[in-house]
């Protein structure tokens, strides 16, 4: 069974950062592409970052220059590198991991808690 557990979350000024981790178990984690969503409060889950399995990355516009993805294989583990954070980051984030048609494998994991606030 594919499970996701989440890390690393806080609470953290405006203009702070934030790294996030998320292990993965019970997939072949290389073999495949990798993501961090985001859900705020009343609003939808929302894709933040995507790293492929060869480490291409990609970013919506609302996070680019300031979120990094990047994974370590060998310890089957993502992460999500927030830096000049801003109140509009507050959420809970989650991780999954998708096939090659950008179906998520596994079912949402507890996500970790990003509060940026003074």
């Known amino acids: 069974q594919v499970q996701f557990v989440e890390s690393g979350g806080g609470l953290v000024q405006p203009g702070g950062s934030l790294r996030l981790s998320c292990e993965a178990s019970g997939m072949n984690f290389s073999r495949f592409g990798m993501a961090w969503y985001r859900q705020a409060s009343g609003k939808q889950r929302a894709q933040v970052a995507f790293i492929t399995n060869g480490g291409t990355t990609n970013y919506p516009d609302s996070v680019k220059g300031r979120f990094t993805i990047s994974r370590d294989n060998t310890k089957n583990t993502v992460y999500l590198q927030m830096n000049s954070l801003k109140s509009e980051d507050t959420a809970i984030y989650y991780c999954?991991?998708?096939?090659?048609?950008?179906?998520?494998?596994?079912?949402w994991g507890q996500g970790t808690q990003v509060t940026v606030s003074f």
């Open positions: 999954n991991a998708l096939n090659g048609f950008g179906a998520r494998l596994g079912d």
